[in-house]
């Protein structure tokens, strides 16, 4: 088994900093970023989808459109990497905020409580689909409203899943976590490595 050059379905740039730390060369293929298109991927959970299934259908469905595009751009076949993190609480998926009182009202809910992060990790290659996911248990300390209001006014939390930054500001709002800190981060690297091997390449 060798490491491959893999094409990472994702615009995240944590993901990004996250592969180079396994010395994974990538190339980013985006895939929904045409203006005045729908987008290739619809985010949002199907009615009643349990967090587990639609985090891991997000995943394989990124993956795939990814594998799709790149025949579809002729670029030379590599593996494609696709990766879904969400925040649950209660059984509820807190996707991306919409906007600051979506952000703001999150981080209320989240404040005091243990929360689970899920992120789904789908490599597609060749015939080949494979899919790993990572649970983590998350536990915030009470948070004032006002330290809200002050993070969610530096612009970190949109575009996260929860509202919020692990490895930034938000790392003081986290008491402990029991699971997988690069998971937290949007790509858990234990499980991006099994994949890997899954379709027949070592990280190492």
């Known amino acids: 088994m060798t490491a491959p050059a893999i094409y990472l379905a ?7 900093e ?21 987008r290739d991927v ?9 967090p587990l299934h639609y985090v891991e259908r997000m995943a394989r469905t990124k993956a795939t459109v990814g594998w799709q595009r790149m025949l579809q751009r002729g670029l030379p076949p590599r593996p494609v ?3 879904d993190t969400e925040v649950v609480l209660d059984g509820s998926v807190f996707g991306k905020p919409q906007d600051a009182t979506d952000a703001i009202w999150m981080l209320r809910r989240l404040s005091g409580r243990t929360h689970e992060v899920l992120t789904a990790v789908a490599l597609c290659w060749d015939q080949k689909l494979v899919a790993e996911i990572s649970t983590s248990a998350v536990s915030f300390r009470e ?19 929860g509202a919020y930054a692990v490895q ?8 402990r976590i029991d699971g997988s800190y690069s998971g937290v981060m949007g790509l858990p690297l234990y499980e991006t490595a099994q994949a890997l091997a899954a379709v027949g390449f070592s990280v190492l």
Do not use: C, H, M, W
């Open 10 to 16: 994702s615009k995240s740039a944590r993901r990004e």
């Open 18 to 38: 996250l592969l180079r730390q396994l010395g994974i060369e990538f190339t980013v293929l985006r895939v929904r970023e045409a203006p005045g298109r729908d």
């Open 42 to 50: 619809a985010e949002g959970a199907r009615n009643a989808e349990p």
């Open 81 to 83: 990497l696709g990766a």
């Open 143 to 161: 948070l004032s409203d006002d330290e809200i209001a002050r993070y969610v006014a530096t612009g970190e939390p949109f575009g996260k899943a």
């Open 168 to 175: 930034g500001r938000a790392a003081s709002f986290v008491s």
